[in-house]
């Protein structure tokens, strides 16, 4: 081989090594935007998540607030009756005991 054949040789493999090295650095580069816009993405995720939970959870207790009063309100007027009529049932057992001694 001639001197010339032997130095464009050496110059084609540093050439080779410079491109590989090129190569491998943009290839690192790529893999940590990816891997930092995969994490970026899963958090907003988490994120996303979390929110629409939280939605379903005030969704549900809303819900379950308007649900109960309306049987809070029928339980009061339940218990006031109750009550008033307990007070009538009080004099007519009164009544029926005095009676039934009496008798």
């Known amino acids: 081989m001639s001197v010339d054949a032997i130095r464009l040789l050496q110059e084609a493999e540093e050439f080779a090594e410079q491109k590989i090295t090129k190569a491998d650095a943009e290839k690192k580069q790529l893999m940590d935007e990816s891997q930092s816009r995969i994490s970026a993405f ?3 995720l988490v994120q996303k998540e ?3 939970q939280r939605m379903i959870e005030e969704k549900v207790a809303t819900e379950f607030e308007q649900s109960k009063q309306p ?3 029928k339980t009061k007027e339940e218990v006031d009756t109750l009550r ?4 009538e049932l009080k004099e007519q057992a009164l009544a029926i005991i005095i009676n039934k001694v009496v008798t």
């Not at 008033?84 to 007070?87: G, K, N, T, V």
């Open 71 to 73: 049987l809070i309100e």
């Open 50 to 52: 979390r929110e629409a």
């Open 42 to 44: 899963q958090k907003e």
């Open 84 to 87: 008033m009529i307990s007070a």
